[in-house]
């Protein structure tokens, strides 16, 4: 199993350490807040795209005119 690049060994050890660090208590609020922020982002990311395809014909034509001057 691959995830990141990481093989199942150095996930084990990232768990054990999270475990460690922060204690059987504290790593659900963790992970809950860790996944709210990782939705907040791609919101953010899919606002983004949003905004920039509306706004794409006005950009793509200053583009256009500014690589037509060179």
Do not use: C, N, Y
Request: glycine share 12%; hydrophobic share 40%.
């Amino acid at each position: 199993m691959q995830i990141f690049g990481l093989g199942t060994p150095e996930i084990i050890l990232i768990v054990v350490v999270l475990l460690l660090f922060f204690g059987k208590d504290r790593l659900p609020d963790l992970a809950r807040s860790v996944g709210r922020s990782v939705t907040e982002l791609k919101r953010g990311f899919t606002d983004g795209w949003k905004d920039d395809a509306e706004k794409g014909a006005t950009t793509d034509d200053a583009g256009a005119g500014a690589k037509s001057k060179k």
